[in-house]
């Protein structure tokens, strides 16, 4: 590595690969790379996913609906391996645009609903089976708002911290304490004020928050570094 100061230039052109894990897929452009249809299988509902913290909200949320009895969230789950770029199929493509995981195909709809990003998903599911999403216009307000917290900040734990603590080339000082100062500031949220309200027993709002805290606790020196078991929320079972 060069002891040269990185100067950023006037118009940033992508010339080569810029390492770490997923160095080998990443490029500056959208759209499909190859030409590969998704399967299909029985249930109206198809899952592309895969199991990463982001990955599995939306599992839990089927899981969850299975479990009130509403027989329509059977579901079909597909494994989309983002390290080998399947993601960038042209069938996902056509399902979610942005080629990120979780994205779902509802066919029980008079023509095939695509719906991605995972807080969609979440939010589509709880009103079409009227489940985990308050009718009272305030603690809908206030599920909502948690909803789009979590939305705007765990990109802040996996793409931030997790990134330049894990994936990263090189380990850059001024990256890991940048993010992990406001991982830990979201987990003080957390800890300050979800034990002021219910909402996080009994609507959507913890099912894309908790797989964070499961993530953390699969990456235990991680973890350490940012004393997450000090925080309630990453010793609370689902």
């Not at 899981?63 to 399947?86: K, P, T, V």
């Not at 719906?115 to 939010?123: A, P, Q, R």
């Amino acid at each position: 590595m060069s002891d040269t100061p990185y100067v950023p230039p006037k118009v940033w052109t992508w010339q080569k690969a810029n390492g770490g894990r997923f160095a080998n897929i990443n490029r500056p452009v959208a759209g499909a790379t190859h030409e590969q249809e998704l399967p299909k299988g029985k249930h109206p509902l198809q899952l592309y996913s895969l199991g990463t913290p982001n990955g599995i909200k939306v599992t839990i949320m089927l899981e969850e609906l299975l479990a009130l009895g509403h027989a329509g969230a059977e579901y079909d789950a597909w494994l989309i391996r983002i390290s080998e770029g399947m993601q960038f199929s042209s069938g996902f493509v056509g399902v979610n645009p942005n080629s990120k995981i979780p994205a779902l195909l509802d066919y029980s709809t008079p023509e095939p609903q695509r719906v991605f990003e995972s807080g969609s998903i979440l939010f589509y599911l709880a009103e079409k089976f009227k489940a985990f999403l308050p009718t009272d216009i305030a603690k809908r307000t206030e599920c909502m708002s948690w909803l789009m917290w979590q939305m705007g900040s765990a990109p802040y734990l996996g793409g931030g911290f997790g990134h330049f603590y894990a994936y990263a080339p090189t380990k850059i000082e001024y990256a890991i304490d940048r993010f992990a100062m406001e991982v830990k500031r979201e987990l003080d949220v957390l800890n300050q004020s979800w034990s002021t309200t219910d909402l996080c027993v009994v609507t959507i709002t913890p099912l894309p928050t908790w797989p964070f805290g499961l993530g953390m606790a699969a990456w235990p020196k991680a973890s350490a570094t940012i004393q997450a078991s000090f925080y309630k929320f990453t010793n609370t079972p689902m």
